[in-house]
């Protein structure tokens, strides 16, 4: 697997390249943002199947930097950075990043994050090129509208663009509303995960969602349980 590490710490990025390629994996670097985007939206050459992106770059911020790769190649974003507060976690998913890990991190974690967001790609294209005009599927809750076919969402008839994994969470709360879904099998389901490090992730998504539907309320916290979409 082609990976493009951005990292501009010459020792981390050193240590972070060699452990990945005694994994197994093709490794590229870039030490600022420019050079991020270079790599990553080369006409030429074979394009990198994971970025992962560190925010403090020397000449401009990370989350510029993803929301310029995302607008020219669609491989997975894995923002891996010190910021660690919840504001810059949604920030960067509504730019268009996948996942998103603090440093430290172990490197045993970030391989397992590599190939989760790997998997779920591959996953949506594969749904993607198996039917070109499916049938739409809807599902409804007061307001809001969800396609499955089209993989669109509209509330109030006003249409809200989700990430990959934002879109996932919905569908699933959407299937059923009213009904509380336990954190296990939203992690199972959406990110093919039991793994409990994975949790941090799914509530900064819930987070991001309730933001970017503008209605906080429709997506309910069951204390201790999990997640509901509100009925009616």
């Known amino acids: 697997m082609r990976l493009l590490v951005v990292?501009?710490?010459?020792?981390?990025l050193a240590a972070l390249r060699d452990g990945l390629l005694r994994h197994g994996f093709e490794v590229a670097c870039a030490r600022t943002g420019a050079?991020?985007?270079a790599?990553?939206?080369?006409?030429?050459?074979?394009?990198?199947e994971v970025i992962v992106l560190d925010l403090g770059l020397?000449?401009?911020?990370g989350f510029k930097v993803c929301e310029h790769?995302?607008?020219?190649?669609?491989?997975?974003?894995?923002?891996?950075?010190?910021?660690?507060?919840?504001?810059?976690?949604v920030h960067g998913l509504n730019l268009g990043a996948d996942d998103y890990?603090?440093?430290?991190?172990?490197?045993?974690?970030?391989?397992?994050?590599?190939?989760?967001?790997?998997?779920?790609a591959g996953i949506a294209a594969d749904h993607q090129t198996a039917d070109p005009q499916p049938p739409s599927r809807l599902l409804a809750a007061g307001p809001l509208r969800v396609d499955t076919a089209g993989r669109t969402v509209e509330v109030d008839g006003r249409p809200v663009a989700l990430a990959r994994k934002e879109f996932d969470l919905l569908a699933l709360l959407a299937r059923r509303p009213g009904v509380v879904f336990r954190r296990?099998?939203?992690?199972?389901?959406?990110?093919?995960?039991?793994?409990?490090?994975?949790?941090?992730?799914?509530?900064?998504?819930?987070?991001s969602l309730r933001g970017k539907l503008g209605m906080p309320d429709l997506i309910e916290t069951v204390r201790g349980v999990g997640y509901r979409l509100r009925a009616g």
């Open 7 to 12: 990292e501009d710490d010459e020792r981390v």
């Open 35 to 37: 050079e991020a985007v």
């Open 39 to 48: 790599l990553a939206t080369a006409p030429a050459g074979p394009a990198p």
């Open 58 to 61: 020397p000449d401009q911020d």
């Open 69 to 89: 790769i995302r607008r020219h190649c669609d491989a997975p974003i894995i923002m891996a950075t010190a910021r660690a507060d919840v504001r810059s976690r």
């Open 101 to 120: 890990v603090v440093k430290p991190y172990n490197l045993t974690e970030l391989i397992a994050r590599i190939h989760a967001v790997t998997r779920r």
């Open 184 to 207: 296990e099998q939203i992690l199972a389901e959406v990110w093919s995960s039991s793994w409990d490090g994975t949790g941090r992730t799914l509530e900064v998504h819930v987070a």
